[in-house]
């Protein structure tokens, strides 16, 4: 394989670049949008930014490739780019419009491409001829990706004249700021050719020099995993900045990445060639396994679901020449083994570990102490040659919740109101370390401290992390099956040791909050960021559809949440709400013998909620739960409200107990036994 690599033509760096074309300002406004797809080149002022248009914030990878049309992995992509892209009520920009219009420029606001870690994306965004983007700040896995693929990226509005110009734009404009490595990578076009120099030493590492100083969990786990200048693993030392090759522990990603990452590992590496380590490699098919019950016919006829069923195949077929695990689709009845985050934290990962996977909610097993981040197709197939992964250390943030919460207050309520603050609605908590502490998180089991590293993907965070204590060795020791994996108490102990932050470590910022203050909330559709006091709604929201699952909300004590809803509705003589459709949607089948031995199946049922295998569902446009029109109301459990993630109606998130009180009371309701033992509101 190593040869196979070596004997590749090396492209020469670049240090200039051209880039003729149009610009595409995306606007708030579709009549704007409209007009440039027809020809017309708006003004744009430099010196006068208030007379600008208003560029959109918030773009998510959802926007930019929906989520049916990432069933393309080759340049028909290049049809697709901004299809999903919401202006008020009107998504403006049809198939091909952008690659007709002769656009090499695209400029929005703030936060671009948040979301999913799908490099359909930024491909899809190059084969319709985007090669710069524009905008206040981007994401942190988008921009990876940007620049994995060789798609330049940058926050500076002035190259917007240069590019009108014509002028030829020095390199130096995309790579400022950016570290050794992320400059180079740039340079070379891309991960791929960056690191087949690096294999015929060409490229510059620059070694890891740290001083021994106070870290935080985050770093130390860094320290342990980052390639040293002897080829070894580990430094005494990182702080935020440090770059180099982190060395990861397990490796894994789902159906919607394996197979364009296959694709690019067989192209540019051999048909033959063998991955590295194909035991820290695990497979996942968990997306797409109820997406015929809801694909519309529409899209049936333009072969969508075939090529649904390609991926499969692809991945099938890759995992058995390779020698992966795959976790797949049962075979007695409709549905998965499991969501890949759910099964990574139940089975495989464990605290100390550095883990990678193709998804943005990769952070999940952070609940255990690991520092896990998602990554995208580029890096998944470069990690399957290298076994390591770029990584420039993060800042940390720590968010300490003191106090007690509300009996009716859980993990999801306390995110969605860090995702209402102003620090990371505007973007300053891009790209760093979210660590959770304080007395309101110790108290949360596994499970619940799991949405709180999962949603810091909602962020925009690089990952999020819990040191791990009693509860984490509980779980290791209670959770985890059979041999080999069992853990025994003794073993666990000394696994965390040592695994919490020092005293003095560093924070680039301390948000605090008192639980005490926090009471059940809701996010309004369009961002997870739209967080609100349910008993601060100014009218009674009903709702249509309330939907329980996804790896966020499809865990065992989350499980444990809708059945005390629902076995308290029972006790009422109350069932779901005539106009309201429950859906329960288990992580994994583990979660599912948990139900079982609960008794919890029988509870459900006698309630009227509709239970489902495992699968990623109605969170990504692809299951049973899914909105069917714009002025449907859905109060989901799930991590994402995006525009048109998961259909076209108005989704509002909340945690698993509104979600079940709602779906009892009909409309979006708090849960709180009153001393009658009725739900308040209902």
Not at 208 to 237: C, D, Q, W, Y
Not at 581 to 607: D, H, M, N, W
Not at 624 to 631: A, F, I, L, N
Request: aromatic share 8%.
């Amino acid at each position: 394989m190593i040869n196979s690599l070596l004997e590749r033509k090396i492209e020469k760096r670049l240090d200039q670049v051209r880039l003729p074309g149009r610009i595409l300002f995306l606007t708030e406004d579709p009549e704007l949008i409209q007009r440039q797809l027809a020809g017309e080149d708006l003004p744009w002022s430099t010196k006068s930014p208030g007379n600008n248009p208003k560029l959109r914030d918030d773009i998510s990878t959802d926007e930019i490739t929906p989520a049916h049309y990432c069933f393309y992995f080759d340049e028909t992509l290049g049809e697709i780019p901004y299809m999903g892209l919401k202006c008020g009520s009107v998504t403006p920009i049809g198939r091909g419009d952008v690659k007709r219009g002769g656009f090499v420029c695209a400029v929005s606001g703030k936060r671009r491409g948040k979301g999913s870690s799908r490099e359909q994306s930024p491909y899809a965004e190059m084969c319709a001829g985007i090669r710069v983007v524009i905008a206040e700040n981007i994401e942190r896995i988008y921009k990876q990706n940007c620049q994995n693929l060789g798609l330049l990226t940058s926050t500076n509005f002035s190259l917007i004249d240069k590019i009108r110009g014509g002028e030829d734009i020095a390199l130096a404009e995309f790579t400022a700021g950016e570290d050794e490595i992320t400059r180079q990578v740039i340079e070379y076009g891309g991960l791929f050719p960056f690191n087949v120099a690096r294999m015929q030493k060409k490229v510059f590492l620059p070694p890891i020099k740290t001083e021994k100083r106070p870290m935080t969990l985050a770093e130390k786990i860094f320290a342990r995993h980052m390639l040293n200048e002897e080829g070894g693993v580990g430094v005494a030392s990182v702080k935020p900045g440090d770059t180099g090759f982190a060395r990861a522990d397990l490796r894994f990603s789902h159906e919607y990445v394996t197979p364009m990452a296959a694709i690019f590992f067989e192209r540019y590496v051999g048909k033959d060639a063998k991955v590295n380590d194909a035991s820290s490699i695990i497979f996942f098919r968990d997306h797409l396994t109820f997406l015929d019950e809801v694909i519309s016919e529409e899209k049936k006829k333009l072969g969508l679901l075939d090529l649904a069923t390609q991926l499969k195949l692809k991945q099938q077929d890759f995992a058995a020449k390779q020698g992966i695990k795959l976790h797949g689709e049962l075979t007695d009845r409709k549905g998965s083994e499991g969501i890949c985050h759910a099964i990574v934290l139940e089975t495989y990962a464990l605290p100390g570990q550095l883990n990678v996977g193709s998804d943005s909610h990769t952070p999940h097993v952070g609940a255990i102490g690991c520092v896990a981040f998602g990554i995208g197709t580029t890096d998944v197939f470069n990690s399957w040659i290298t076994k390591d992964v770029r990584v420039k250390v993060p800042e940390s943030v720590k968010i300490v919740i003191r106090g007690k919460k509300h009996a009716n207050v859980t993990a999801k309520d306390f995110i969605l109101k860090i995702l209402s603050l102003d620090y990371v609605r505007s973007g300053k908590a891009l790209a760093k370390v979210m660590e959770y502490a304080g007395e309101a998180i110790e108290e949360l089991g596994v499970d619940e401290r799991a949405t709180m590293t999962n949603m810091a993907a909602e962020i925009g965070g690089f990952t999020g992390i819990v040191a791990p204590d009693k509860k984490a060795v509980d779980f290791l020791v209670e959770r985890r099956g059979a041999d080999p994996r069992k853990m025994d108490r003794a073993k666990a102990n000394a696994m965390i040791d040592g695994l919490c932050s020092d005293r003095d470590a560093q924070y680039a910022h301390v948000i605090e909050l008192d639980a005490a203050e926090i009471t059940p909330m809701v996010a309004t559709p369009g961002d997870p960021g739209n967080g609100n006091y349910i008993r601060e709604l100014n009218t009674p929201v009903p709702v249509e559809i309330a939907y329980g699952g996804t790896c966020t909300a499809g865990k065992n004590e989350d499980m444990d949440m809708y059945a005390a809803v629902l076995a308290d509705a029972l006790k009422q003589g109350k069932r779901i709400a005539d106009s309201v459709k429950f859906y329960i949607q288990f992580g994994s089948q583990e979660t599912r013998e948990y139900c079982l031995r609960k008794g919890y199946l029988e509870v459900f049922q006698k309630a009227g909620a509709h239970v489902i295998e495992p699968s990623c569902g109605a969170c990504i446009n692809a299951g049973p739960g899914v909105s069917t029109r714009p002025d449907q109301v859905v109060i989901s459990a799930q991590n994402r409200n995006f525009p048109g993630r998961s259909g076209p109606g108005q989704m509002y998130l909340a945690s698993p107990l509104t979600v079940a009180a709602s779906a009892v009371a009909g409309y979006i309701v708090e849960y709180e036994p009153s001393e009658k033992g009725e739900l308040v509101g209902a």
